[in-house]
């Protein structure tokens, strides 16, 4: 027990001396004083020690928005008159400022919104009143992606209903200033990792006294550092720091309880519903630096209140002079130019916590992650994805892409043409007819970008499939983690997704190692798990008729087979399966989430047979055709 303890108090050492590693490595402060300026370098220092300390203690967590409905009445602002004129008639006016510290010239007239649209209704979601981390949420969040999460289905006798997962533990939106600079970064991270290790040092010192809680998971068990408080410190912490670290928190929180242990799922899971949001203040100086200081003579209002609130941006509604409504992305400042640190620095909180097991390969892992997210931050590859993929759909119906508009764009904001629709999670309320149409439309998909057009969007979030029922439309958004992908690599997944349908153990294993799944040197248990793993996973595709994944247990079996597989690999995946595989289960937790029945065998034979291996150039005609299905 005393060598337990000093393990942790060498962790507490190890936590402050990251802290000093930030500090000496990156602050500016410091340089501020090398050149002389004593005064600016205890002005910052004290401000800087003042926040992380007041952090670290739970005691300043950034100013709690009042989300209660209705939403503030100041939230949108107005540009131009007329416009406002013709929207307000009957609606309260006042004047108002358009940010913390300046008045708009042409315009500054303000109004409560329009009750009743989806905007409104996915912006009350957003900001639904909740305490934080509050058992008894009375919504759910805008970003209901919840892949892990399941629906009810209830047999009430000669039909069945699907009954909503009771509401999830919410945290209430705060208003804080995203860190910006490395030094505001790397301290953040600094902080976290000494937070975390005292918290871990309180419940050794309890375990010593009271000795070991009985009724946790064995992991928690073993580990002081798996607590509820250091979980929420986790959330908190990387619901502040936005950017690559809550990104790969949210990745990591869509893996289940045999990949990483439970009380941090809680934590993450809490992650994924949204971020924090930026002041105002924060939000005009990014709009400012990216569009102009005149961003505003091209819309006639901006909302203020973010419909969402993302790991990489926040996102706002406006309508343009046109009168047209968008969608605003606005990217946090600072996110971008941080990947590589923030990367680094959840790297060495995950290693120095031991709590990630070694068959993930987390430095490969977290090399894809790296590459991932500069694209993703990259707005006007974004763009460009996005209009590709309107072009590529403008021929099947059932999908929706919503426009760019390049004039309000630019690296760092992406406007384009607001969609409506309920994410695709929602579909499981709807009834069973619509479940098996959306289901085989999100199959139909699937398959078009991997193996006709060979360009796939590789985000499976619930929020970026918003399905519209008056129109039976899926409207798809988020094109910033799209993807090409080579020619000779889906020939040979093709191969093997086939061989997976038709339970060809032989077939299975020749096309793993030429993908460079296997290397050829893999055990026997190795070599039956990946089969199993590839036959269960091909299920689905095994028969005509129509799979019912109201019945499957799909990622029961390939978790426990995951276990094996962890223990076993000799080599990490390729590059190529982080984001394919991603999309690939997303779409069958899609279909599991909303019960549908879907004839997948036909589907995936529709495309093989019309598929050509082994030409570079045989995608386009498929392409310019439109649908196959
Ligand atoms: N064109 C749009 N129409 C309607 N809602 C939109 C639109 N664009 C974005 N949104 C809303 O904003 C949310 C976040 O947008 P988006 O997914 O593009 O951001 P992101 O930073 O890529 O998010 P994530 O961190 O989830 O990947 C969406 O889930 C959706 O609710």
């Known amino acids: 027990m005393r060598m337990a303890w000093l393990k942790d108090l060498n962790r507490l050492v190890n936590g402050l001396s990251l802290v000093a590693r930030e500090i000496a490595k990156r602050s500016p402060v410091i340089e501020t004083a090398r050149n002389g300026d004593i005064e600016g370098l205890i002005r910052s220092t004290a401000k800087q020690a003042l926040v992380s300390a007041t952090d670290l203690s739970g005691l300043t967590r950034g100013k709690v928005r009042d989300f209660s409905r209705p939403r503030p009445m100041e939230s949108v602002v107005y540009f131009d008159r007329s416009a406002e004129a013709a929207q307000s008639s009957g609606d309260l006016e006042r004047k108002h400022p358009i940010g913390d510290d300046r008045e708009v010239d042409n315009a500054e007239v303000v109004r409560a919104n329009d009750p009743g649209s989806q905007a409104d209704r996915n912006a009350d979601e957003t900001c639904s009143s909740v305490e934080e981390l509050d058992d008894q949420g009375v919504s759910e969040g805008n970003k ?9 289905v209830v047999d009430v006798g000669g039909g069945e209903m699907v009954v909503p997962p ?12 995203v860190p910006a600079t490395p030094f505001s970064r790397g301290l953040g991270f600094a902080g976290l990792g000494a937070g975390l290790a005292w918290g871990m040092i309180q419940e050794s010192t309890r375990r010593l006294v009271y000795g070991s809680p009985q009724e946790q998971d064995k992991q928690s068990a073993l580990s002081p550092f798996l607590t509820k408080s250091n979980a929420e410190r986790l959330a908190v912490a ?30 993450l899971d809490i992650v994924r519903q949204g971020a924090d949001v930026m002041p105002r203040s924060q939000l005009n100086q990014v709009l400012d630096a990216e569009l102009g200081p005149n961003w505003t003579s091209k819309l006639s209002s901006f909302d203020y209140e973010p419909l969402a609130a993302a790991s990489i941006g926040q996102v706002h509604r406006a309508v343009t002079k046109e009168g047209l409504q968008v969608a605003m992305k606005i990217q946090y400042p600072g996110v971008a130019n941080s990947i590589e640190s923030d990367i680094e620095n959840v790297k060495l909180l995950l290693d120095y916590t031991n709590l990630i097991p070694k068959g993930l390969y987390l430095d490969r892992a977290m090399k894809v992650a790296k590459e991932e997210l500069s694209r993703e931050c990259d707005y006007e590859l974004e763009a460009s994805n996005q209009k590709r993929f309107r072009d590529l759909l403008s021929g099947m119906k059932g999908f929706y892409v919503p426009m ?10 992406l406007t384009t043409e607001l969609v409506q629709g309920v994410p ?3 579909v ?3 009834d069973q007819e619509t479940r098996n149409y959306v289901g085989n439309k999100l199959l139909e998909i699937t398959l078009m970008e991997l193996f006709v057009f060979r360009f796939m969007q590789t985000d499976p979030n619930w929020s970026n499939f918003l399905y519209d029922e008056a129109t039976r439309t899926i409207n798809l958004i988020d094109f910033g983690a799209a993807r090409d992908y080579p020619k000779s690599f889906v020939d040979d997944y093709l191969r093997m997704v086939v061989a997976c349908a038709n339970q060809d153990r032989d077939a299975v294993i020749e096309m793993s190692q030429r993908l460079g799944f296997l290397t050829g040197e893999e055990s026997v248990v190795m070599l039956d798990a990946h089969v199993q793993g590839g036959f269960v996973v091909g299920l689905p595709f095994s028969k005509t008729g129509g799979y019912d994944f109201r019945s499957s247990n799909i990622t029961q079996s390939i978790s426990n087979l995951g276990a094996t597989m ?3 690999r000799l080599t990490p995946p390729p590059d190529e399966a982080y984001s394919l595989h991603r999309k690939l289960s997303g779409t069958f937790l899609a279909c599991i989430k909303i019960g549908a029945v879907v004839p997948c065998r036909e589907l995936l034979f529709k495309v093989y047979e019309r598929y050509q291996f082994g030409h570079e150039d045989d995608g386009a005609a498929m392409v310019s055709s439109g649908s196959i299905f």
């Open 144 to 152: 209901s992606h919840n892949l892990a999460e399941e629906v009810n």
């Open 166 to 177: 009771p509401p999830a533990k919410r945290r209430k939106p705060r208003e804080r200033r």
């Open 238 to 267: 990387l619901c502040r720091m936005r950017g690559a670290a809550l990104k790969l928190g949210q990745m990591l929180s869509i893996q289940d309880e045999s990949l990483v242990p439970a009380p941090m799922l809680a934590a």
């Open 404 to 413: 760019v508009l390049d004039n309000i764009s630019s690296k760092r904001v």
């Open 424 to 426: 695709i999670d929602k």
């Open 428 to 430: 499981a309320l709807l």
């Open 566 to 568: 962890l223990r076993h």
